[in-house]
């Protein structure tokens, strides 16, 4: 069984694992290794740690193994009220496939952040980009073009 709770800052080395894992191989197929190694100097355990302090991450444990398999975060955009972005949505490619990515963003729809915000974004990699679709979330005023970091502006609004 897969449950989730808040980060914790003892979580930020096996998070920072986890991302490292999927990217190099999931995003792999979409991205260099370049690229992505270039990416994951952003994403350590000491930045997961201090995003945490400014965003909700929520951390996903299979029970059984007492491991993160997954996790994603929620924040205000650029210190919005009314808008809000998602972030640093990753899942072991192991456990990818289960419905694990639905419940990280059901989990972060339900977060205070998404509730208050009229519209929310998300960032979205080659890779993530018809699963994002999937649950909703459009291209950024129309825009389908990769932006200069070979990412695609998805957003959402709530009524």
């Not at 709770?5 to 920072?16: G, L, S, T």
């Not at 639905?102 to 989990?107: E, F, L």
């Amino acid at each position: 069984m897969i449950t989730q709770r808040i980060f914790k800052d003892i979580d930020a080395p096996e998070v920072a694992d986890l991302v490292k894992k999927t990217m190099l191989t999931t995003n792999l197929k979409d991205y260099s290794k370049e690229y992505l190694e270039n990416d994951l100097k952003k994403l350590t355990a000491r930045d997961f740690i201090k995003k945490a302090k400014a965003f909700h991450c929520y951390v996903f444990i299979d029970n059984e193994r007492n491991k993160i398999v997954a996790v994603g975060s929620i924040g205000a955009y650029w210190g919005k009220k009314d808008e809000s972005s998602l972030f640093n949505i990753f899942v072991l490619p192991e456990y990818q496939g289960r419905g694990i990515g639905r419940q990280i963003i059901q989990t972060l729809e339900q977060d205070e952040f998404f509730k208050r915000a009229k519209r929310i974004e998300i960032p979205a990699s080659i890779t993530g980009l018809k699963f994002y679709q999937k649950m909703g979330y459009h291209f950024k005023d129309g825009n389908s073009s990769l932006d200069g970091e070979q990412l695609y502006r998805l957003e959402k609004f709530n009524n």
